[in-house]
């Protein structure tokens, strides 16, 4: 299995609601992050987890909450959304932090009302 | 501070090669990678290479590193429609033991097939 899979594709939200991205690889790999990328725009680092533990993270607004339960899943809370957070969410693994060759996931395409 | 630089548009002819341009200014990024985005899509690993290296290739695809210049580049034969996407270059920023700050990503080039 060399996929990384998100859910849901799409996700419409309200500012005042509480939602999660979820990612999962099962290449064994060590390291994900989560980029956000907005329309014609290059993906921007938001965070990285190292074995599960939050090793970067790219001053990103407190209303994004990222959560590694174990070595395959990522998640990223959302809560309380503004509408310029509306973006492509994309997810991504390595083997670990020393190794960069990342593979991505089709990402989550949010929209904030 | 790390800079990555690219055309944000390339058109070729079906059956011409395409060659994508990019330059970077961290002297010390370890890899180099060329990423693929269709519309809609996430990112596709289409190659990388080593700092080390001059030259990597891959079926329809060749990457020229030229170190000195600071300037990476992607050529694909015979281009292809399915060829038509964003081509994104990306390093590794310095003193980050690889992965460990993410990619730095130029602003993508458009890769347009004309029949």
């Known amino acids: 299995d060399t996929e990384v899979t998100q859910t849901p594709k799409h996700l419409v939200m309200g500012m005042t609601n509480k939602k999660s991205l979820k990612c999962e690889q099962h290449?064994?790999?060590?390291?994900m992050y989560w980029y956000k990328q907005k329309a014609k725009k290059p993906p921007e680092l938001m965070f990285v987890y190292s074995y599960e533990k939050l090793s970067i993270n790219e001053s990103v607004p407190s209303r994004f909450s990222p959560e590694c339960p174990n070595s395959s899943l990522l998640n990223l809370h959302l809560h309380a959304l503004q509408p310029e957070d509306s973006a492509l969410y994309l997810c991504a693994s390595s083997q670990d932090v020393l190794y960069n060759e990342q593979f991505f996931g089709p990402g989550t395409r949010l929209t904030v009302l | 501070g790390e800079d990555v630089e690219q055309s944000l548009f390339l058109s070729v002819r079906e059956g011409d090669s395409s060659v994508i341009n990019c330059t970077y200014t961290d002297s010390s990024s370890t890899y180099l990678y060329w990423y693929k985005q269709e519309p809609g899509a996430g990112l596709q690993l289409l190659t990388y290479i080593f700092s080390n290296m001059d030259m990597k290739q891959d079926q329809r695809l060749t990457v020229l590193l030229n170190k000195k210049d600071k300037h990476l580049s992607l050529r694909i034969a015979d281009t292809q429609t399915g060829d038509s996407a964003i081509y994104f270059c990306a390093e590794t920023p310095s003193g980050s033991g690889g992965g460990a700050d993410g990619l730095t990503f130029g602003k993508g080039t458009h890769l347009i097939i004309q029949p």
């Open positions: 290449m064994g790999h060590r390291a």
